[in-house]
C-alpha cells in the first residue's frame, strides 16, 4: 500500500485536501506510506455517514445473527488476508515477524468470538422476578448507543482497530473510527475487509490523523459515545470533553503493572515470563510488567538466571523469524524511552542490563533499544510513569502483604501477575491486587470472551467479552400495564 487513504461512507478515497505524511518503518527509517490527513470536510462527511448510517432501517433492525455472521466473515477474510496484513504491521508499527502474527491471528480470533458472543447476547428480555400478572410485564431491552467516535493508539494496530470495530458490527452502533497517525495501514486493510463482508456503507468509517482530528471528533455533536484507547493523561483530557454533554466514554488506559515472583515459583519459567512481560513489544504493551517484584529468599538465585537471559534476548530486523525484540515505534518514543533510562540513572537506580541504545548488527538506522533492566524502590520516577519501552524496573520483598501493598502503590490497575507453585497462595494475593486482569503463572494473554480494562486511573469500563457488548448498548425498562381498570390503577387516585 503506498498510501493510506480514508474510508468515508463506503468508499475508500483521498483526502479532499492531498494533506498527507509520511509514515517510516522504524526498524529501518526508510518510507513505508504516504498519509492522507483528513480534513475538517472529510470529518464531518464520516460522522454524517455514521449518522445516516445508524439511522438507517437497513442497520437498526438488523437481526443479530446476521450480525454474528458479518463478523464471522471478517473473521475469516483476516485469516485469508494474514500474510498481507502481518507484512504490513511489521513495517508500519515496528513489530517483529512474531508480535505481529500473534496480533493478527488474535485479531481474527476476536471477530469470531464476537460473532458468537452476539449471536447469544439477549438483547431483549422479560424480567420475571419483576414481572408481577395483574400489574406489569417488565422487559429489560438493550439498544445500541448511537454514533461512536472510536480513537486507538499505534501499539496493536490492527487489534486495536477489532476491538473498537467488533462491538460496533455486534450492536448496530456506527461508528468514526480513528487510527493512530503513526501506525494507520492495517485499519485501512480492514476498511478492505469490511466492504468485502458485507458491511453496509457508513456504519464503519475509518479515518487517521492526530489529536486535531480526534478532538474533532470527541466533541463533535452528532457523537453519542467515545471509546478511547491510550495514555492516561490523553484520557484524562477526552472525560473532560466528553463531559460537555455528558457523553458515555469507556476509556483504555496506561499501565504500570506489577508481576509478583513468589519464593515456590518454577523459577525457569517465571525469568524467562517475567522478560517476556516487560519486552513483549519492545515493552509497548499496556499491560507490560514493569514493576517487577521478587521475594527475597530466591532473589539471588532470580537474579542470576534474569541476567544470564535476558542477555540471550535475539534483536534483530523486524521480518526475521529469530527476532525476539524489535524496535519502539518512532524517534518520539525512542527519546521518551531514553530520557525515563537516563534519568533513573540520575536517580542513582542500580543498573543491571542494558540502559542503551542498540547499534550492532546493522540495527543503528532504526529505534533499537537495549533490553534494560533496574534495581529500583517507590522512590524512583518509573516505579510510577509509565514508559512504554524494553524497561523494568525490579524490587525484592519479604512477606506476601509487602507484594500486595507494592502491587498498589500506584495510580494504575491494569493488570498484574503472581508466580508460585502454591495456587491458593497466590490466588490470595491475585484477589488482593487492584487491577482489571490478574494473571496466575501466566502473562500477557487475554481471552476475548473475558472482560478486559482498567482499575484507578487505568481507565473507566470494559472491552471483549459480554461487558465489550454492553458499553455499546444502552438499557430500556419496558414496562407493560397488566392492569387495564381504573379501580386497579389506584395510584390515579394521588391527584384526584
Ligand atoms: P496517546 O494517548 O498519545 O494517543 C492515543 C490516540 O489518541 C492517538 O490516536 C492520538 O492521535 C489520539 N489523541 C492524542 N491527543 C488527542 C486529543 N487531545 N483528543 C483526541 N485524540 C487524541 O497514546 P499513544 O502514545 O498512541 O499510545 C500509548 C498509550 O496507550 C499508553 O499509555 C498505553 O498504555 C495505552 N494503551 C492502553 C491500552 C489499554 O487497553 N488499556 C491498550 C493499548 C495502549
Redesign the pocket.
Known amino acids: 500500500m503506498d498510501e493510506v487513504k480514508l474510508y468515508i461512507n463506503g468508499e475508500i478515497r483521498p483526502s479532499s485536501t492531498g494533506e498527507m505524511v509520511d509514515s517510516i518503518d522504524p526498524s529501518n527509517g526508510e518510507l513505508v506510506s504516504k498519509v492522507h490527513i483528513p480534513s475538517t470536510q472529510d470529518l464531518e462527511e464520516a460522522v454524517q455517514s455514521a449518522k445516516t448510517a445508524f439511522y438507517s432501517k437497513e442497520w437498526r433492525d438488523m437481526d443479530q445473527v446476521k450480525r454474528s455472521e458479518i463478523l464471522l466473515k471478517v473473521s475469516e477474510l483476516i485469516k485469508e488476508r494474514k500474510r498481507d496484513f502481518i507484512a504490513a504491521e511489521i513495517k508500519d508499527s515496528g513489530s517483529t515477524f512474531r508480535k505481529a502474527a500473534a496480533d493478527i491471528h488474535n485479531s481474527a480470533s476476536f471477530f469470531k468470538i464476537m460473532s458468537k458472543v452476539t449471536a447469544g447476547f439477549k438483547f431483549e428480555e422479560v424480567d420475571e422476578k419483576a414481572t408481577r400478572a395483574g400489574f406489569s410485564k417488565n422487559t429489560r431491552r438493550f439498544e445500541p448507543i448511537g454514533v461512536c467516535a472510536q480513537?486507538?493508539?499505534?501499539?496493536?494496530p490492527l487489534q486495536?482497530a477489532a476491538w473498537k470495530i467488533g462491538p460496533i458490527l455486534a450492536t448496530g452502533c456506527t461508528t468514526v473510527l480513528?487510527?493512530?497517525?503513526e501506525t494507520p495501514m492495517t485499519a485501512m486493510m480492514l476498511a478492505e475487509v469490511l466492504i468485502d463482508a458485507g458491511v453496509p456503507k457508513g456504519v464503519v468509517n475509518i479515518v487517521t490523523?492526530?489529536?486535531k482530528e480526534?478532538?474533532f471528533l470527541?466533541n463533535h455533536k452528532d457523537i453519542s459515545k467515545v471509546a478511547?484507547?491510550?495514555?492516561?493523561?490523553?484520557?484524562r483530557?477526552?472525560l473532560k470533553q466528553a463531559a460537555n454533554e455528558v457523553k458515555n466514554a469507556t476509556l483504555?488506559?496506561?499501565?504500570k503493572s506489577p508481576n509478583i515472583i513468589l519464593d515456590d515459583a518454577d523459577l525457569d519459567i517465571a525469568v524467562d515470563a517475567a522478560l517476556y512481560a516487560f519486552l513483549y513489544h519492545s515493552g509497548q504493551?499496556?499491560t507490560s510488567g514493569t514493576r517487577l517484584l521478587v521475594q527475597e529468599g530466591i532473589y539471588d538465585e532470580f537474579m542470576t538466571k534474569f541476567k544470564e537471559r535476558i542477555a540471550q534476548v535475539p534483536l534483530g530486523p523486524t521480518q526475521e523469524k529469530t527476532t525476539g525484540l524489535g524496535p519502539v515505534v518512532s524517534k518520539k518514543q525512542f527519546d521518551n524511552v531514553m530520557n525515563y533510562i537516563n534519568k533513573t540513572k540520575e536517580e542513582g537506580a542500580k543498573l543491571i542490563y542494558g540502559g542503551e541504545q542498540e547499534l550492532e548488527n546493522g540495527l543503528d538506522k532504526g529505534f533499537y533499544i537495549k533490553p534494560t533492566a533496574f534495581e529500583i524502590t517507590p522512590d524512583n520516577t518509573i516505579w510510577h510513569e509509565?514508559i512504554?519501552g524494553p524497561v523494568v524496573g525490579i524490587t525484592k520483598f519479604k512477606t506476601e502483604d509487602d507484594a500486595i501493598n507494592m502491587a498498589n502503590n500506584s495510580i494504575y490497575g491494569?493488570a498484574g501477575a503472581v508466580w508460585s507453585k502454591n495456587e491458593d497462595r497466590a490466588l490470595k494475593i491475585a484477589k488482593e491486587i487492584e487491577a482489571g486482569t490478574v494473571w496466575i503463572n501466566e502473562y500477557h494473554l487475554l481471552n476475548p470472551g473475558m472482560p478486559?480494562?482498567?482499575y484507578k486511573q487505568?481507565?473507566i469500563g470494559r472491552?471483549m467479552g459480554e461487558e465489550g457488548i454492553k458499553a455499546y448498548l444502552e438499557v430500556k425498562h419496558l414496562w407493560e400495564s397488566d392492569c387495564n381498570t381504573r379501580e386497579g390503577k389506584m395510584w390515579l387516585d394521588a391527584i384526584f
Open positions: 480513537i486507538i493508539p499505534w501499539n496493536l486495536m480513528k487510527s493512530a497517525v490523523g492526530g489529536a480526534g478532538a470527541v478511547f484507547t491510550g495514555s492516561t493523561e490523553i484520557g483530557e477526552i483504555e488506559l496506561g499501565g504493551a499496556c509509565e512504554f491494569l478486559f480494562g482498567g487505568s481507565g472491552e
